[in-house]
């Protein structure tokens, strides 16, 4: 594949994945806030379902082996990308206000940035610093102006602001670390050992709940939010994730991530909770400006 129409495709993928994720701060939020699902079943139910439809899919594709030295990796891999960032998500969202999700989101972008300079000696050049400092500006100026507490938890408890900072620094290191082990084999494959091996190591910790949560008696908005968690957010987002590593450089990646917020704002204007401001518009103009300059920066020879 010619180097620009992958690059094309890594962008439109990690557009697409973060897009998804924006929702997912919703969805989540709605369902842990409200005590219908521990955060951790939240993750037993997601980590079952993608691992069982990227098993599926598996089966249709060549098959491909994983090198035994590789598991281990991928074992390690799957706890810093799905296991520890996705428990730890789902625990601050039950502590922190959305406002503060929003504040403490842009640190991922920022920690993967040093992350991928010591593990992949990316260089931190001039043109990069600038364009995530950029972006970061940005995020900040808008969750100033638009964003505010509403709903479930109306005060950040200490511990949240803790699961929250935990959770940009593993969501990093495994941007960080695992390019090279992610572009070594096909999404399919990578993701099903993944998935499965977070499962294995989540389920002893939620089996009571497993066993005992009546989804029957759960009112069907909460079924299908619970639906598109587990298809979207997890399976279609976790599937374009590694598509978008394999062309892209761990900082580009991570400055997606700033499109969640931004998805919260524009919701909030469709919804007529909120309305567009010139703010709004300065924000957005700050963050892209910032993933394009992260985007041309090139390592000196």
């Known amino acids: ?20 994720f924006g929702f997912n701060i919703i969805i989540c939020r709605d369902l842990s806030t409200l005590a219908l699902i521990s955060p951790m079943g939240l993750f037993c139910f997601r980590a079952i379902g993608a691992a069982v439809l990227f098993w599926i899919v598996s089966l249709f594709l060549p098959k491909e082996k994983v090198e035994k030295k590789d ?14 960032t996705q428990v730890s998500f789902l625990k601050a969202s039950t502590m922190t206000t959305p406002f503060d999700t929003s504040i403490l989101t842009p640190l991922t972008p920022i920690f993967t940035m040093f992350i991928a300079a010591i593990a992949l000696k ?3 050049t001039l043109k990069k610093a600038g364009g ?39 969501f990093a290191l495994y941007l ?3 390019r090279p082990l992610i572009a070594k084999y096909h999404v399919v494959t990578f993701m099903k050992w993944m998935f499965l091996f977070s499962a294995i190591v989540a389920i002893p910790f939620d089996i009571k709940e497993l066993v005992h949560l009546n989804m029957i008696a759960l009112p069907t908005k909460y079924l299908l939010e619970l639906g598109f968690l587990i298809l979207f957010a997890t399976f279609i987002a976790y599937f374009l994730i590694p598509i978008g590593q394999k062309a892209l450089r761990p900082t580009v990646i991570s ?22 401001t010139w703010q ?12 394009i300059l992260v985007n041309k920066s090139r390592a000196k020879e």
């Open 132 to 170: 995530v400092a950029l972006s970061f500006v940005g995020v900040i100026f808008l969750v100033f102006n638009t964003v505010r507490a509403s709903g479930g938890v109306t005060e950040t408890q200490p511990m949240g602001i803790v699961y929250m900072v935990g959770n940009c620094i593993f």
């Open 176 to 178: 960080g670390i695992f």
């Open 280 to 291: 709004k518009v300065a924000a957005a103009a700050l963050v892209f400006t910032g993933v």
């Open 71 to 84: 598991f281990l990796q991928i074992f390690i891999a799957s706890m810093l990308g799905l296991f520890l």
């Open 1 to 20: 594949m010619p180097s620009l129409m992958k690059k094309s495709l890594g962008h439109i993928s990690a557009f697409f994945a973060y897009t998804i």
């Open 255 to 276: 400055l997606y991530g700033y499109l969640q917020p931004i998805i919260a704002t524009v919701m909030s204007i469709v919804t007529g909770m909120d309305r567009l």
């Open 122 to 124: 990316e260089p931190i």
